[in-house]
């Protein structure tokens, strides 16, 4: 048995633990030491160390050294640290304090970390036992207090000048600042508070100012684009220096300052600076420029709407122009049509533009399509001249389901359409629209205008696709109307091919829905009696299949073909076909039996049973067109209620098959259909309206039904109008309890 | 053929199915002859001088309509002495009866005259006399403005013709001014400006009713105070009545006279 001998304390200290292990520790830290290559202490040096403290620490009482060993320890790190590495900061500045300081920490780290591995044994148990602060935790806190805090201002104060040295565009040491940051961090003792409070704080503030300086450099100075570029790098680059030497947690704050600095302060004059701010890169097409904006100023809390606000003044202006260009044409004598397609595709191109500059530049973003939309509202309906823009576009579209009209590619065709119906969302009044596409509809389809059916539906499609069924149901109810003719005449066919009447002539009908079509004016004309007999025997083959359903016949629709006889000079016989209108028939046929004999204008008219303005158009048609199969009696090239008529016995033609076109009366739409229509719908959603709520206030009711309205914007006093006449009807009441507001009746 | 023989001697007093007052005898002075081409009254009234004339149904009523029409009021009013094209009193009284039909009074109606408390005739046999004697009481002027709104309803829709939903203008323009009296200071204006609309110019049950809410709630000429153009729900006519009131200067200055006049006479009604 061995009982090892007890080591004194100052015996221990002073000859074990200081003198081999301390001042070997604190010399080699002053002489330096080749770092990488060597270890300071070998293992069995350290283990002798390690072993005395141990065996002083588990010696019995009295002579357990624990505390004091734990004190010595403290006491030697705070000595060394204030009279070897203190003096030698103080001394320094700058770049140099931070070289002494970072070197200075090094050292400390190496001196804690074999001051504690010396020491280990109090870590296990005395630390413990008594809650105190770990050996390494004391070291660094002594680090802290005694050296930290003293230099941390000037060393601070060095970092930054380092930082804006760098900014300004010089080369700094940034393994330097790096590691000041490091000890920063370290000094915190588990949280960045120290970092923060000494070092960030003041880096954002001289940022700040840095910032400050420089954008109000760059304001004076340079355009906005050259100003966003600049911008642009600088936010760059600060990111980039904090992921090279800061703490990651500063990135968000030092972007927040730098943009505020840079971007959100700025931001009025830098959007509104005369020929370089947003407008203008806008009226330039400054495409990457105006990207670079949008990046720039989505970075900044509410840096977008005012930029929108200017896209959409911008957008705005642009549309007015070409608004007013035609205003200007219109006033300077050009004749003015239902159609213009050059003003509809300046329209549908500017939309195009801008469409591709908010998906583009402003990567679509909501702001942007908003801006968009309420430009295009504003000026869209801005009607000059005669014809409303929704007459227009309607036109346009017909100029492209018309067949004869510009030769375009399905794909076309479809773009087209596509892009029409878009400027077309734009439009308050889209009930007008609709009627007058249908009204144009019509027309196509009864004159077999229409070059595809598909085509036809396509366009309905993308109506109904925006607006809903209600809004494209009249419109397809025509389509199918004409889809089922064709099933309907081979039907009759069959029916004639069964039947005893023979028809005096080719004879096919088409059945129109009458909701469905415009109204069309009932002529009630003497037909000649070969159409009289094919109209009765179709129409008791209708009754037997549809006995709820009255018929009633169009003559100014539907086409005829004529076969007539003309003698020629060598007393021979020619045969015409002559395609006409069906009154154009009903006319020609009346020549029928009077031979030679003039037939003056009212005979004409009470055989025939035309009101004037159709016959005039009739006769004018085949008296005074290109082939004149009547001869008038005066030759002027205007009908009049004295003019005489004969068949023109000098008509010839080379060909055989002529068509003899008609004026139409040219009625595009009636705009009272429009006006009740709304006055219907009005009435039909404030009732609804009321029904559900019971009462309502005035203002309110007003509100409502203006949502609820989708295809046109009344304005208010139409509506009150119409609130008036439900009050009549006692449909409602003016509530008595409360002014203002109105009661349902039920 | 009784008839027309009727019809032919009376001139003045008319098959009355229109409005009161253009179909009213406005004096005294036809009297006489009304008197004497009185239609079919099955029962001849006991001698007027007599205290005692009952206000019985069959007095009044027209045989073959089966109701009082105007010229059974005419006659009342005779015996009681007004002059029914300008008491508001009468129409008062047909308003306390429940008349339901424009210009007439049914025979269930007619009854109300011993049971409706506000009839001075409730009280015991509905006579002339008692009936002269508390004729004041029914003056429309004693109504608080919640009571006066149905009687002043009731006005409209008793001046109506038949079935039809409107007064016409000029019934309107002579009706307006007596059955509102001074409730409105806005009368004289609205007059002259209902004087300027086409001779067929109608006007219907909400705007007549709306005339008194509007004169409750606005303000006098020119200002209009509480009139606003933009959240306005009275009807369009009224709108349109101020905006050209607006353009009229010399009413403004009208209707703060008629203003100060009416508070001078409430003040001496106190």
Request: some cysteine; overall charge neutral; glycine content about 4%.
């Amino acid at each position: 048995m061995h009982s090892p001998k007890i080591i004194a304390l100052d015996e221990g200290w002073n000859n074990e633990i200081k003198a081999k292990a301390i001042d070997v520790l604190e010399e080699m830290l002053n002489n330096g030491f080749d770092k990488k290559s060597q270890r300071l202490f070998a293992p069995k040096e350290y283990v002798q160390t390690y072993t005395t403290c141990y065996n002083m620490c588990t010696q019995r009482s009295p002579y357990n050294w624990s505390e004091q060993l734990y004190q010595r320890h403290g006491e030697t790190i705070c000595q060394y640290l204030t009279q070897t590495v203190l003096p030698q900061l103080r001394h320094q500045r700058h770049d140099f304090l931070l070289q002494e300081l970072t070197k200075r920490w090094a050292n400390h780290k190496i001196m804690n970390r074999w001051m504690q591995k010396f020491f280990m044994y109090l870590d296990r148990y005395y630390v413990k036992h008594h809650s105190l602060p770990t050996l390494d935790v004391a070291g660094l806190k002594h680090f802290k207090t005694l050296v930290y805090n003293d230099v941390k201002k000037e060393a601070v104060t060095a970092m930054i000048t380092l930082v804006d040295a760098e900014r300004d565009g010089g080369i700094i040491d940034r393994g330097l600042v790096k590691n000041c940051v490091e000890l920063l961090e370290a000094m915190g003792m588990g949280s960045l508070d120290a970092y923060v409070s000494d070092f960030e704080d003041q880096l954002l503030a001289s940022t700040k100012d840095y910032y400050k300086r420089k954008s109000q450099e760059w304001v004076e100075s340079d355009d906005t684009p050259t100003y966003l570029e600049k911008a642009e790098a600088a936010l760059e680059a600060e990111k980039s220096r904090v992921q090279n030497y800061l703490n990651a947690a500063t990135e968000p704050k030092l972007l927040r300052v730098c943009e505020h600095e840079i971007l959100e302060v700025r931001e009025t004059v830098l959007l509104e600076k005369d020929g370089s701010g947003c407008r203008a890169l806008l009226a330039n097409d400054k495409a990457d420029d105006l990207s670079r904006m949008y990046r720039l100023f989505s970075r900044v809390p509410n840096g977008l709407p005012p930029m929108a606000a200017l896209v959409r003044a911008h957008i705005e202006a642009m549309g007015n122009d070409v608004i007013n260009r035609r205003e200007q044409r219109l006033e300077t004598g050009e004749k003015e049509s239902n159609q213009d397609p050059a003003f509809v595709k300046e329209l549908l191109a500017l939309h195009d533009k801008y469409i591709a500059v908010v998906g583009d530049q402003f990567a679509g973003n909501s702001l942007f399509q908003k801006a968009l939309k309420e430009a295009f509202v504003e000026f869209v309906n801005r009607d000059v001249g005669k014809f409303s823009n929704a007459e227009l576009m309607s036109s346009f579209c017909d100029r492209i389901l018309k067949s004869g009209g510009e030769k375009l590619s399905d794909e076309d065709v479809e773009t087209y359409l596509e892009k029409t119906v878009q400027l077309f969302s734009y439009l308050t009044d889209k009930d007008l629209f609709a009627e007058i596409y249908r009204n144009q509809l019509a027309k196509r389809l009864l004159n077999q205008r229409s070059a595809s059916n598909d085509h036809e539906r396509m366009m309905i499609g993308k109506l109904k696709l925006r607006c809903g069924s209600q809004f494209t149901g009249k419109m397809e109810g025509m389509l199918n109307d004409l889809a089922i003719a064709v099933d309907h005449q081979a039907d009759f066919d069959e029916h004639l091919k069964a039947a005893p009447d023979r028809l005096a002539a080719d004879f096919s009908v088409q059945v129109l829905t009458t909701g469905y079509w415009p109204t069309f004016a009932a002529i009630d004309a003497h037909l000649p009696a070969e159409i009289v007999s094919c109209t009765r025997v179709f129409k008791d083959y209708y009754d037997k299949k549809n006995s709820k359903r009255r018929l009633t016949w169009m003559y100014s629709l539907g086409n005829a073909t004529v076969k007539a006889a003309w003698k020629t000079a060598s007393n021979a016989k020619k045969s015409y076909d002559f395609q006409v209108a069906t009154l154009q028939a009903i006319v020609l046929l009346a020549f029928n039996g009077a031979d030679d004999k003039p037939v003056d204008y009212e005979q004409v008219r009470a055989r025939v049973n035309l009101p004037d303005d159709h016959l005039k158009r009739v006769l004018h048609s085949l008296a005074c067109g290109k082939y004149k199969l009547l001869a008038k009696t005066p030759t002027a090239n205007t009908i009049k209620n004295t003019d005489t008529f004969v068949v023109n016995p000098t008509f010839s033609c080379q060909m055989r098959k002529i068509r003899i076109p008609m004026a139409n009366l040219d009625e595009s739409h009636n705009p009272k259909r429009v006006e009740e229509d709304r006055t219907v719908a009005i009435e039909a959603a404030v009732v609804r309206i009321m029904k559900a709520r019971k009462t309502l206030s005035h203002q309110q009711l007003l509100a409502e039904v203006l949502s609820q309205l989708a295809f046109f914007r009344p304005n208010p006093k139409l509506i009150k109008r119409r609130i008036e006449a439900l009050i009549d009807r006692e449909y409602l009441e003016r509530d008595p309890d409360t002014p203002n507001s109105y009661r349902y009746l039920a | 053929t009784r008839r027309a023989a009727a019809r032919a001697s009376s001139t003045q007093v008319r098959r009355a199915s229109g409005a009161w007052l253009s179909e009213m005898p406005t004096s005294k002075r036809r009297g006489g002859k009304s008197g004497s081409s009185k239609k079919k009254v099955s029962k001849t009234s006991s001698s007027s001088k007599s205290s005692g004339t009952e206000l019985s149904f069959e007095n009044y009523a027209d045989e073959d309509e089966g109701c009082v029409t105007m010229e059974g009021l005419a006659k009342l009013a005779e015996e009681l002495g007004i002059d029914p094209s300008s008491d508001t009193r009468l129409l008062a009284l047909c308003w306390r009866l429940g008349a339901t039909k424009p210009g007439t009074v049914q025979k269930d109606e007619w009854a109300k005259l011993e049971t409706c408390p506000e009839l001075p005739t409730s009280k015991s046999t509905p006579t002339v006399e008692t009936l002269k004697k508390g004729w004041q009481q029914l003056d429309p002027n004693f109504l608080e403005n919640a009571e006066f709104r149905p009687f002043y309803k009731f006005c409209f829709e008793f001046n109506r013709e038949g079935t039809k939903k409107f007064l016409e203008r000029d019934t309107a323009i002579s009706l307006l001014p007596l059955c509102i009296e001074d409730r409105s200071v806005h009368t004289k204006a609205f007059v002259t400006f209902l004087e300027s609309k086409p001779e067929d110019f109608k006007l219907n049950r909400d705007q007549w009713c709306s005339f008194l809410d509007f004169s409750v709630a606005i303000g006098p000429a020119p200002e209009f105070q509480g009139w606003d153009a933009d959240e306005s729900s009275w009807p369009i006519l009224l709108d349109e009545f101020v905006e050209w009131a607006k353009t009229q200067p010399e009413l403004a200055a009208d209707e703060k006279k008629d203003e100060k006049k009416d508070k001078k006479d409430k003040k001496k009604k106190k």
